[in-house]
């Protein structure tokens, strides 16, 4: 199979991929805020929930994973790696080291990892993982990002795609401009345009093929501390008017993060954007938060919630899948939260 078929496969029928690719202090975070202490056992138990959870692979063609997860079996023994390919869904593998202050660069990150990655490549191949992730961090501001934190975090990413490429990975390209400050649309549209413009162009240099990629980004959406919030109109207008500009249309499919967006937003933009039509690339949903925050409040640690914590897991994929077909409403958002 070519990686441009397992792009293809990965966004087939409206699907889109489940980012659980948490390092262990994300999700950290995340348990401990819903009250349930972090251990190996839990993040286990957690993931279990979400990939056992009924008729998942109606809307999930890919999962991104976690190195841990990789390595764990679910609760009837299987290996997760292959509990999600009986499932029909294509496994990932979230690879980047994190994002890192960039030395001389006040405010800005820089994503490591490079380091041995091709053989961790050749280990994840084997392993069974179809495709990868890797997310650079870009700060917004009106100052910010700097020419430098552009072009090294684009290095970056073709770097990586590259070595992915190499070992027959379809590498997920995700350049997040992060939507934390008080900036305007507009400001975020100039970021998330020339972020993705110098991502393309450091994947051409790098001799890297468009036809297998897989392009994750921020839709473009106003700073979420700004006074002045845009609706979804204005996000699909002014998010298809970047990614027209900047990404070609040799690339399979874009998806997108749902960035800390409450669950009803992220699924009212990627409605919005859904109900603009057929796009040159495949257009659907990688959302990490947007999917997981419910399930995993509801669950809290509980053996006995995990029934209707796949409850709720199953009701954010359902309408996230009918977001991105362009068929959610608000009522039914209200309805199933
Ligand atoms: C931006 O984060 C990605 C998408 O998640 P959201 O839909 O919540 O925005 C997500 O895949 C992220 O990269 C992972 O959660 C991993 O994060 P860390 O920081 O632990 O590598």
Do not use: C
Request: proline residues 3%; aromatic residues 6%.
């Amino acid at each position: 199979m070519t990686l441009n078929e397992t792009a293809r496969e990965i966004l087939a029928d409206g699907k889109g991929i489940l980012a659980a690719d948490e390092s262990t202090g994300t999700i950290t975070k995340r348990l401990e805020a819903v009250g349930v202490e972090s251990t190996e056992d839990t993040r286990r138990r957690f993931r279990d929930l979400l990939f056992t959870t009924k008729d998942v692979e109606n809307s999930l063609g890919g999962v991104i994973l976690y190195d841990e997860t990789v390595r764990q079996d679910a609760l009837d023994g299987t290996g997760m790696v292959d509990l999600l390919r009986r499932r029909g869904i294509v496994p990932g593998i979230k690879v980047d080291g994190g994002a890192k202050d960039l030395a001389g660069f006040p405010g800005e990150k820089v994503t490591e990892g490079l380091d041995g990655l091709r053989e961790r490549f050749a280990e994840y191949a084997g392993l069974g993982l179809r495709f990868a992730k890797w997310r650079s961090v870009i700060s917004v501001s009106g100052d910010l990002p700097t020419a430098t934190a552009v072009e090294l975090n684009a290095a970056g990413q073709a770097r990586y795609a590259a070595l992915a490429q190499e070992a027959g990975l379809v590498p997920i390209v995700e350049p997040e401009s992060i939507m934390d400050g008080d900036h305007g649309i507009v400001r975020s549209a100039e970021v998330t345009e020339e972020v993705l413009a110098a991502t393309v162009e450091a994947l051409r240099r790098q001799r890297v093929a468009l036809e297998g990629v897989l392009v994750k980004t921020n839709m473009v959406v106003s700073g979420y501390a700004g006074s002045d919030q845009a609706g979804p109109e204005e996000v699909a207008d002014r998010t298809l008017e970047v990614l027209h500009r900047t990404i070609p249309a040799a690339v399979p499919g874009i998806v997108f993060l749902s960035g800390g967006q409450d669950d009803a937003q992220a699924n009212a933009n990627l409605d919005a954007i859904a109900r603009r039509g057929p796009q040159p690339w495949i257009v659907s949903f990688s959302y990490a938060r947007a999917l997981q925050g419910r399930p995993m409040s509801v669950w809290a640690g509980a053996e006995e919630n995990v029934a209707s914590a796949q409850d709720a897991f199953a009701e954010r994929l359902r309408l996230t899948g009918a977001a991105n077909r362009g068929e959610w409403t608000a009522d039914a958002e209200r309805a199933g939260s």
